[in-house]
């Protein structure tokens, strides 16, 4: 038994949990981060920072450490429909390029400015139950590498341990927009694949893939295909993703002259809103939302949610406003910021073939810059889809192209 008590238990310390325990640590308070993870150690993802998510960084005093790993600036998406090629620039003036660490590389970044914030860190920690007194959660009980039993308290226990949440499985918060599995996709690193800054992403009947520069010069290619197929291609992963490529033969060469380094790793994740509050605890990152991966935004929502909880919870600890009502605000406002985008992604994940009315408006893009850029930013979530879709631009790019 432990009688430390902290203002904030952090259970989870990568995308989401150590920048909410640096950020909270950085105003002064006491904070323990655990993970049941040493680092720096690999997660699945496909690891895309959009520039959104590279101005949080920006913002906390750490792009330079991301940018200045082996990992090369990423300014052009082009999504190559087949008839036709939408290439644009996912940046702003102020935030243009979007890097893909490894997960290696980045985690271990933010869990030591958490460290270096002050906050203390506990590896190999695996939180096994979470503590409640009268229905309010107190602290957490788990053990270290060594199988002893710990509990910590604080004033809040702040889940931020993925879509498996240990935390979220024990408070049991309202879920809305759940969604089932859309789609599954599949990964690896090839070397001797250059990108030359782009990421490249081809969308051929119920296949698509893309791919772009990581770390240590490997490529990240992934491709996905529709949730039903699931379990059919599972069987033969190297010969589903080998024949999908062929859909766009230039690229299969390409894919065919580079050397794959690592073994395929895959996933399909379900997409839900969580309530992220109630008394005594707190959900940030996948812990609280999730959608599919195919629009890469993970990673920039929970930098996103870090910086929303960890504000709402100042304001609570400051003594200024209570729990309620700062940690509502929270909510309200990371849904008001996803949602438009989980419709779109769902759409996309789906591999549906587009609407009429959207293949003319991709036709209509092309040669418009501006039009170009207004869809890949809309892709990287700087542009809401209800305004890069709203009649009033369809009908400007329309008029562009002279239809
Ligand atoms: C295939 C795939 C591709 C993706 N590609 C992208 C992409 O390109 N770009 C992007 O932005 N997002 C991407 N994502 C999403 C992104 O990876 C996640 O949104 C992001 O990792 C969420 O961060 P997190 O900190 O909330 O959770 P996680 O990264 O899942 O971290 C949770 C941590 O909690 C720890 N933990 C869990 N339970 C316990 C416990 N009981 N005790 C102690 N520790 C515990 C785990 O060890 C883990 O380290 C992808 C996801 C998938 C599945």
């Given at each position: 038994m432990s009688a430390n008590q902290y203002d904030a238990i952090v259970v989870g310390a990568r995308c989401a949990g150590s920048p909410v325990a640096m950020l909270l640590a950085r105003k002064g308070y006491k904070v323990l981060a655990v993970d049941r993870a040493t680092f720096p150690s690999d997660t699945i993802s496909t690891h895309l920072i959009h520039p959104q998510g590279m101005t949080a960084l920006r913002k906390w005093g750490l792009y330079d450490a991301v940018a200045g790993t082996n990992c090369p600036p990423i300014d052009t998406y082009a999504f190559d429909f087949g008839p036709v090629t939408i290439t644009g620039s996912p940046?702003?003036?102020e935030e243009r390029v979007s890097y893909s660490p490894r997960r290696t590389v980045l985690d271990k970044i933010l869990v030591d400015a958490a460290a270096n914030a002050g906050a203390e860190i506990r590896e190999a920690f695996t939180v096994e139950e979470i503590v409640a007194d009268d229905g309010r959660v107190t602290g957490i009980r788990g053990h270290d590498r060594g199988g002893t039993t710990v509990t910590e308290r604080a004033r809040v226990v702040i889940g931020a341990?993925?879509?498996?949440s240990t935390v979220a499985r024990a408070v049991k918060p309202q879920q809305y927009n759940e969604r089932p599995e859309v789609e599954s996709s599949y990964y690896s690193y090839w070397s001797d694949?250059?990108?030359?800054g782009r990421s490249e992403n081809f969308i051929r009947g119920d296949r698509g893939f893309a791919a772009w520069p990581t770390n240590d010069g490997l490529t990240l290619l992934i491709m996905g295909w529709p949730i039903s197929q699931f379990e059919e291609n599972r069987k033969d992963i190297e010969g589903t993703f080998m024949k999908g490529l062929e859909l766009a033969p230039e690229f299969a060469e390409r894919v065919r002259n580079a050397k794959r380094e690592h073994r395929f790793v895959g996933a399909k994740v379900p997409n839900y809103f969580r309530k992220p509050f109630g008394a005594g605890w707190a959900l940030v990152g996948d812990a609280g939302y999730n959608k599919d991966f195919i629009t890469a935004q993970g990673i920039s929502d929970a930098f996103r949610d870090a910086e929303l909880c960890s504000n709402a919870l100042h304001e609570w600890f400051s003594g200024g406003r209570d729990f309620d009502t700062v940690m509502g605000e929270y909510q309200k406002t990371r849904d008001e910021q996803v949602l438009p985008t989980f419709g779109f992604t769902l759409q996309i994940a789906?591999?549906?073939?587009?609407?009429p009315e959207q293949q003319a408006l991709m036709a209509a893009m092309v040669g418009n810059q501006e039009a170009m850029d207004g869809f890949v930013r809309t892709f990287a979530g700087a542009t809401s889809p209800a305004e890069f879709f709203s009649e009033e631009n369809v009908q400007r790019i329309f008029a562009a192209a002279g239809r």
């Open positions: 940046g702003t003036p341990d993925g879509r498996h694949l250059p990108m030359n789906s591999f549906e073939p587009p609407p």
